[in-house]
């Protein structure tokens, strides 16, 4: 017999909102400039330092290096020493960095790669090859490439330079690219941590999003939903304090495979089908599925709250 209940509607609450502000370091030779990059950065989003002094660069640096998200810095005769300082102090972050001149060369517009034990390439970066470099002229699209360089770093590859004078060298040394892999870990992290959803967002591949996947693993992940979302109907007004886990497992899932809300209405669909069956078959009557409406509902509201918190703003 199938066993649905007819109990009251018990309200299951979203996941608590998470601290999403991100902390940057601006450090430009013009101190007016910066001032005004602040100011285009939208206070309920990000907590902005303006920094005006390599002395002081290096005091905030070593005394917040572990609460910063993202550098931005200047194109200038001091940028590799102070890359060099960074490595030197264990410090990995994301960074922009703005060129003054008023194009990018083509290199620094490439994504990050993940280049060969033989291939150095000096000429495509200067801090770590998941920088993003901006021309003077875009400094007002600010937000979108702070955005961009977070993406960048946390798909950072191990295996990739982050020195491009002594490379070839230190790749060869089993330390560094373990000092390199536990910062990644750490700030990763941290970076999720204190991103909260957006952190998750953008770890999301594209690869194993739904429309791209083989027609026997789409099958395959469709018959899991149908087999996860079945357990919450079936527990949706019963006393579990599961309940709550198991929703949020489904949504993660529905999530990081980028399914559309339509393919959740239609699992949701055929179960009922499936149910009304059932009951008539029973001779009960089928008025108590139009509760697990509400299922539903809970389940989408879930699903567009985590694309709420995650997607990154446009300005």
Known sequence: MLRIHAQPFHCHPSPKPLHSHLSICIFLESEPLAQALKQGLRDDRYAVTVLDSDEAFFIYIEQEK?????????????LPPIANWLHGQAVLLPAVIISTETTIPEDHSKPPQKFPVAHALSSVFTYHTAEVWIAASEMEQLSVYI????????????????????FIHDLADDSTQNFLTSQQQRLTDKLKERLG?????YKRNP??????????EKQELLDQLRADYRTIVLRYFAADSSLNQL???????????DIPVSQVVEI???????FSKQLKLEGRS???LLDYRLTLIDTIAHLCEMYRRSIPRES
């Not at 959803?197 to 967002?201: E, I």
């Open 268 to 274: 949701h669909m055929d179960l009922m089908d499936e």
């Open 66 to 78: 572990s609460q910063l998200d993202c550098l931005v810095l200047q194109d200038s005769p001091k």
């Open 207 to 216: 690869q194993n999003f739904f429309r791209h996947l083989p027609p026997l």
């Open 247 to 257: 929703i949020d497992d489904f949504v993660n899932t529905v999530f990081f495979a």
């Open 197 to 201: 959803y957006l952190g998750v967002y």
């Open 147 to 166: 955005e961009r360089s977070i993406k960048q770093f946390l798909n950072l590859s191990p295996t990739c330079q982050v020195h491009a004078s002594t």
């Open 286 to 288: 089928e008025d108590i």
